[in-house]
């Protein structure tokens, strides 16, 4: 629309338009001394004006513009409360902009009449109807009103059987795909997988799509985490899984058939290691069905078409790159004062321009980098809730958390607030740092956490019980934390890359959470000592794919293979050996032909060494991410034990010799699948013996910490960094790495055993993969799991289930015939039961 941009670059708008956005701005910090008074901030404004011509920019396609409209509608609403002519047209140009959560957040705050239609004219009712009618769609009869976004990926669905969509964060992609989600279910049984990069996005998404189910009464459909444990398959299916236990479930499923594979946070197709796995199952899936439909979702993506390659000869494929925007976002640069060091000044900084808001006081001299943020987040905020600081690490997140405690008042404590209290004692440690923190509502959150406590902490931050919450780069995975403010300092990823622009605001987009707030605050702690400083114009995430950066610097995989995939190359850079096994298998199925110069290369040195391996393709395609090379050298260490090949077995946990055996295991593995240090191996052993054992995270911690206490050389240990360490060793070792070697480690041997006629001795073989991802290994405990609840859950009421081999349907009528009242279970673990299982006999 030219006449929208032409009014849009008016000096008098935007001379009005400054004066707005100062004081939207101004009004959302709370202890702020504002550089401009606000009296004369209002009286540069004219609102009917603006209104008038936020009703011509809501219309545009340009992002400026659509910010624009959003920002004076919301400001209007927020200003002129006793204005009813205004307040309708700030909502008529919500209507316009298809911002209906804007809407009902107005009038739950009663910043907008509730009969705001009946004051609008005639010709005006008749837009808003028709926009309406083309925003709305039905599900079974039931009325789901879209925002412009999701009604084009809605109309790109109905023609296309792959597309990738990319919106910023808020525009309501979870929302069009789960309705797209139920559609189908509607239409008749589908296997629908729904992949999410990280196990933390798992259980959100899973409640998120039982209350679908529940909602629109489609309870035929059965919900799956779990790869594989004997049930069962229901007539339709939803799996919500990361990359690794789609491989895991493709490799058991015994030919079901997907018709459906929604990828979220797509873009992870980049991330290394991961990203290549992630490729190699969405082509597999592909390759399995040449039916298959496709939806990809990434956030503010500059090339989401990239994504369709992976669809192989799909037809019909579609992009949806939108610039859709729901709700205002606030970038806000901070600096000390010069020369006082307790007084701040804030900056907004916007595409073409800075503007001064003021200063702020802090409550004291924040002598070191922690304090700054701790300091800044308590005076900007005054103490309200829907804070979120960005911590560098699990151990910056309670560090700051611990300061923050100590500068904010006493509070009386909520019951929800006292359950986690006691949950995070039982689950952890009494002396687990979020135990204290949690007194004065302060709460930190990373990826190793225990679930139940983890979702509980997401629960109360939304809720508002939890006022300030410092969290990592879980955040960038696509976990659902609104926030009214975000507080960041020097981002990295871990502790040494620094955030580049896409990942920036891929975070940042947590601020001001679309239906929960009218706007968001970023707030950028001395940015100009950052090694990437934020850049106010969002420019759009490029993805490049993790296979093409191994491609583009194809010397090093070429000679990594050359040198037949050294252990320790392989410990220092996974990336080339999940890319090697790529290219390997797809070598083995015909797939890798000489288009590229690369692929010839790679061609010439895999029929070299081809004929040694005698491993057979079927093992090698189980095990992506483990050099051909590799598997083959275990194979001969097997041959050269063949007359004692059963002390090679792997022994149940609870075995007499079980710690013992565990230990050599530990050092067989590391010694041809991998490059384990073996000072780690004893306490390895133990660490993998409770996990599988069902054993509390608890026990596990306090077994730790009372043998660095028995050891003077660990006389300075501390019982946070041995809480850390233990839960950084249980996610990324037992449930990640060793559970993926010892499962190429038991697949040899099977084949290994039934090669030299030993079949006998591969019944007594255990899964140990599937243990160690669950940290469990009776089939009463996979059961339960498999019925949504977390594994703190299911180890509590195994405490009062006599019986270790139930089925999922039998541990389901357990619970449901038992009064769950009489076991004194904690009010967190009652509500993860209730929220997975329906309670009342079918």
């Not at 529940?214 to 035929?220: A, E, I």
């Not at 955030?499 to 975070?507: K, M, P, Y």
């Not at 252990?567 to 290219?583: G, I, T, W």
């Not at 300075?716 to 559970?739: L, Q």
């Amino acid at each position: 629309m030219r006449i929208a941009e032409k009014i849009y670059n008016l000096t008098s708008f935007k001379r009005q338009y400054e004066a707005l956005i100062t004081l939207s701005v101004c009004r959302t910090i709370e202890n702020l001394d504002w550089a401009t008074d606000e009296n004369v901030l209002l009286e540069k404004i004219d609102w009917n004006n603006m209104l008038s011509i936020a009703s011509l920019l809501s219309f545009s396609e340009k992002n400026e513009h659509l910010d624009a409209a959003l920002r004076i509608a919301q400001t209007t609403l927020i200003e002129r409360t006793d204005n009813i002519p205004q307040q309708t047209a700030a909502a008529t140009v919500l209507q316009n902009l298809t911002n209906q959560p804007a809407i009902d957040l107005a009038l739950k705050r009663e910043l907008l009449p509730i009969d705001f239609e009946d004051y609008q004219p005639f010709t005006v009712k008749l837009q808003n109807k028709k926009i309406n009618f083309e925003n709305t769609i039905f599900l079974k009869e039931e009325k789901v009103t879209l925002n412009r976004f999701q009604k084009d990926v809605h109309e790109s669905y109905e023609r296309n059987n792959a597309i990738s969509i990319s919106a910023p964060t808020s525009a309501g992609k979870s929302f069009i795909l789960y309705n797209i989600i139920m559609e189908e279910l509607v239409k008749g049984e589908k296997n629908i997988v729904y992949l999410v990069p990280t196990r933390a996005l798992i259980s959100q998404v899973e409640k998120d799509l039982k209350h679908c189910l529940k909602k629109h009464n489609l309870n035929h459909t059965k919900i799956s985490t779990v790869p594989q444990i004997g049930t069962e398959l229901s007539e339709a299916n939803i799996y919500v899984f990361t990359q690794e236990r789609l491989h895991w479930f493709l490799t058991e499923s015994n030919g079901v058939k997907i018709d459906i594979l929604i990828v979220d946070e797509a873009h992870k197709i980049e991330d290394g290691y991961r990203g290549i796995l992630l490729q190699q199952k969405i082509e597999q899936l592909v390759s399995l069905n040449n039916e298959l439909k496709v939806y990809f979702s990434s956030p503010f993506t500059e090339n989401p078409e990239l994504l369709l390659q992976t669809a192989g000869n799909i037809t019909k494929k579609d992009k949806i790159n939108t610039q859709f925007i729901s709700v205002n976002q606030n970038l806000i640069y901070t600096k000390q004062v010069p020369r006082i060091t307790n007084k701040w000044e804030f900056t907004l900084c916007l595409i073409d321009k800075s503007i001064r808001l003021g200063t702020i006081k802090l409550v004291g001299r924040p002598t070191n980098e922690k304090k700054k943020i701790a300091y800044l987040s308590q005076s900007f905020s005054a103490n309200k809730t829907g804070n979120v600081l960005y911590a560098n690490g699990p151990a910056e997140a309670e560090q700051v958390a611990v300061v923050l405690y100590d500068i904010l008042p006493d509070e009386e404590r909520s019951e929800k607030i006292n359950n986690l209290i006691e949950l995070a004692k039982k689950t952890i440690h009494d002396n687990y740092r979020l135990v204290k923190t949690l007194e004065k509502r302060i709460a930190f959150h990373y990826g190793n956490i225990p679930l139940l406590v983890r979702e509980e902490i997401e629960r109360l931050f939304k809720e508002g019980e939890i006022k300030y919450l410092i969290c990592t780069s879980t955040l960038l995975e696509g976990v659902n934390l609104p926030a009214k403010n975000i507080f960041i300092r020097k981002p990295t990823r871990g502790s040494a890359k620094p955030l580049n622009q896409n990942d920036f605001w891929n975070l940042a987009g947590r601020a001001g959470r679309w239906g929960k707030e009218f706007s968001g605050n970023i707030v950028c702690i001395e940015p100009d000592t950052w090694p990437i400083k934020p850049n106010p114009k969002k420019s759009k995430q490029k993805i490049i794919k993790a296979i093409d950066n191994i491609e583009a610097d194809e010397n090093k995989l070429i000679e990594f293979i050359t040198k037949r995939s050294p252990r320790e190359d392989a410990e220092n850079n996974q990336d080339l050996e999940f890319a090697f096994s790529y290219f390997y298998i797809k070598y083995l199925e015909g797939r890798l032909g000489p288009e590229k110069d690369l692929y010839s290369k790679l061609i010439d040195l895999f029929d070299q060494f081809k004929s040694e391996i005698q491993i057979p393709e079927y093992i090698i395609k189980r095990n992506p991410g483990i050099s051909p090379i590799a598997q083959q050298e275990l194979w001969e260490y097997f041959c050269e034990k063949l007359d004692k090949i059963e002390e090679y077995i792997p022994v149940y946990p609870e075995d007499a010799n079980a710690y013992q055996e565990y230990v050599k295991l530990i050092s067989r593995i590391g010694k041809t699948l991998a490059k384990y240090p073996t000072k780690l191996n004893n306490s390895r052993a133990i660490l993998l013996l409770n996990w599988m054992s069902g054993k509390p995270l608890s026990y596990i911690i306090k077994k730790s910490w009372e043998y660095y206490r028995r050891n003077p050389k660990y006389k300075n240990k501390k019982i946070d960094t041995v809480i850390r360490d233990v839960m950084n060793s249980v996610e990324n070792f037992a449930r990640f790495r060793f559970a993926k070697d010892s499962g190429c480690y038991v697949d040899i041997l099977k084949h290994f055993l039934i090669s030299n006629e030993r079949q006998d001795l591969v019944e007594l073989i255990p899964q140990l993969n599937l243990w160690l991802e669950f940290g469990v290994s009776q089939k009463t405990h996979l059961s339960l799991l498999s019925l949504g609840l977390t594994r703190n859950t299911a180890i509590a009421l195994t405490e009062f289930i006599s019986e270790t081999d139930m089925t999922q349907e039998q541990v389901l009528e357990w619970i449901r015939t038992k009064d769950l009242s009489l076991y004194n279970l904690s009010e967190i673990i009652m509500e993860d039961i209730k929220c997975n299982i329906n309670l009342g006999k079918d």
